[in-house]
């Protein structure tokens, strides 16, 4: 049972926009921030969002997060279809730990 | 460019020890926390122990907490997974991360990750 809750699975069509969410407590979430990551298949994780809403260099502005208390969202415009891949968020924990979501798989229909 | 290359993953027995190195690259290492995050087959992420850039501080996943102990090389830019009394549950894919700056901040780059097989 993972810390942050995510939903197992999201779809979307080519071009759509699509939302994964994140839920978690005051501990993690709402008073920390939140990173998200993108697994493609066979891969290792890779940086998309760090610190809530900012882009590391070198990722498309398709993607975008957000964060309200203790909840956030990783939102996905213009679908494509190499963005089908698992996607988790993380963030730290009062009690000194690092916690990650689930993870949503995400298939591009 | 950033470069994290695990080594150390094996076959072993339960109960058997096993000590994961992480040699690092194109960064500053002693600035940056480090992590070692896991993955078992077909599972999600999942954190198992954290250290700050000179050592003084780590922090261990409560299933891992007395039996794993995460420690660092500075001068050998290397980071270490000393795992002990290991169990069939810690079969998975063990990835070295680079911390974005503090162990709170999170990770912004990952290994390829080394495999960890416990059975018998």
């Known amino acids: 049972q993972s810390v942050l809750t995510q939903s197992p699975s999201a779809s979307g069509t080519p071009g759509q926009r699509v939302t994964i969410s994140c839920s978690g407590s005051?501990?993690?979430?709402?008073?920390?921030?939140v990173n998200w990551y993108q697994q493609l298949p066979g891969t290792a994780p890779k940086l998309l969002i760090y610190?809530?809403?900012q882009r590391p260099s070198g990722v498309p502005d398709r993607f975008s997060g957000s964060k309200s208390g203790t909840s956030a969202s990783l939102a996905i415009s213009g679908l494509q279809s190499e963005d089908e891949a698992d996607y988790y968020c993380a963030t730290w924990d009062d009690s000194q730990k690092l916690v990650f979501g689930g993870g949503t798989k995400l298939t591009v229909l | 460019e950033v470069q994290l290359l695990e080594s150390g993953g094996g076959l072993v027995q339960p109960g058997d020890s096993l000590r994961l190195s992480c040699s690092a690259s194109?960064?500053?290492?002693?600035?940056?926390?480090m992590t070692w995050v896991r993955q078992a087959p077909g599972k999600g992420l999942e954190w198992v122990s954290g250290?700050?850039?000179?050592?003084?501080?780590?922090y261990h996943a409560d299933s891992v907490k007395g039996r794993f102990t995460i420690s660092r090389d500075n001068s050998k830019n290397t980071l270490y997974l000393h795992m002990n009394s290991l169990r069939a549950e810690d079969t998975a894919l063990y990835y070295c991360?680079?911390?974005?700056?503090?162990?709170?901040?999170?990770?912004?780059?990952w290994g390829q990750g080394t495999t960890v097989t416990v059975s018998s």
């Open positions: 610190s809530n809403n």
């Open positions: 005051s501990s993690n979430i709402g008073s920390n921030t």
């Open positions: 194109g960064f500053t290492f002693t600035t940056f926390a």
């Open positions: 250290i700050s850039a000179i050592g003084d501080a780590t």
């Open positions: 991360a680079k911390g974005i700056l503090y162990s709170r901040d999170g990770i912004d780059v």
